[in-house]
């Protein structure tokens, strides 16, 4: 379980999580490319590589993809056609003050499932979209609890959010990727 605290790697961890969440819950549109990402049903089935306790907005989110990714990350390399990454979001159960309730780990105790951000990479995907917003082969979107596309997800800026990070095949959490067991 990762814990919000000051070192370098745990400011980058809160950073890609909140550059993730952006992408799932601000509102506005992209009119291209979310709607090839259908709702990734054996996410579960793949590698649970981290998990980010949101202090800000009293959250916990799990992050899943395929073990075929995880090694991809360990070797530096792209990661495969056919990725896919699932953010999955739940509240954190509070105690009478608000406050977090905290299990025997230490860790924020999950409470119910809030929605998922999912990102795909899939060969000849990304064409449609000029040089300055596209983002590889990657494409984006939001789902609600009931596995349905959140049609007030702003994926452009996921796109916006990822750009920055073509060194690392557009994606935040190599590093944690690297580190899954």
Known sequence: MT???????????????ATFAVCALTSASLNAGGDKVAFPDSYAGGV????????DIKQVREFYTSQ????????????????????????ALLEAGGNPQKGPNGGYVKGKRLGYAVMEKRAGWGEEYPPEQRNGEWEYQAFSVDKVVNDKANLAACFQC???LEKQDFVFSVDK?????
């Open 162 to 164: 990822h750009k920055p």
């Open 68 to 91: 075929a990714a995880i090694d991809a990350a360990k070797k530096g390399e792209p990661m495969p056609d056919g990725t896919v990454i699932t953010m999955v979001q739940f509240a």
């Open 3 to 17: 814990k919000l605290s000051t070192t370098p790697s745990a400011i980058k961890a809160g950073a890609f999580a």
């Open 177 to 181: 990727m690297k580190a899954a067991k």
């Open 48 to 55: 649970m590589y981290s998990t980010v306790e949101r202090t």
